[in-house]
């Protein structure tokens, strides 16, 4: 049984940073590229980051480029997402997903396990 579990959100000003941490069990997490992804009330789902296996590669959305870094510890089978210089429409629920695929992709429908998610809030 796959499970991605998410945690370390929370709520932080503007400005402020969160690290958001995902620990993967049930699958052979270093043959995955995994992706964060985030909902924000009434939107649509999407895409934040991604992370091929091996970590070689990353893609950013336009949005966060340059403030969010996604980075993987296959050892622990584990990815992360450190969000820096946070802002209000940061605010969102997070979620981690997995994808058997070697190039990250951006599309949600394309990843096969997902997390419940986890609470991102940022105070102006």
């Known amino acids: 049984q796959v499970q991605l579990v998410e945690s370390g959100g929370g709520s932080v000003q503007a400005g402020g940073s969160l690290r958001l941490s995902c620990a993967a069990s049930?699958?052979?997490?270093?043959?995955?590229?995994m992706g964060w992804f985030r909902q924000a009330p009434g939107k649509e789902r999407e895409f934040v980051a991604a992370i091929n296996w091996g970590g070689g590669t990353t893609y950013y959305a336009d949005s966060v480029k340059g403030r969010f870094t996604i980075s993987r510890d296959d050892a622990k089978n584990t990815v992360y997402l450190q969000m820096n210089s946070l802002k209000p429409e940061d605010t969102a629920v997070y979620y981690c997903a997995a994808d058997y695929t070697f190039v990250p992709r951006t599309e949600a429908y394309r990843y096969d396990y997902w997390g419940q998610g986890t609470q991102v809030t940022v105070s102006s």
């Open positions: 049930g699958l052979t997490f270093s043959s995955y590229s």
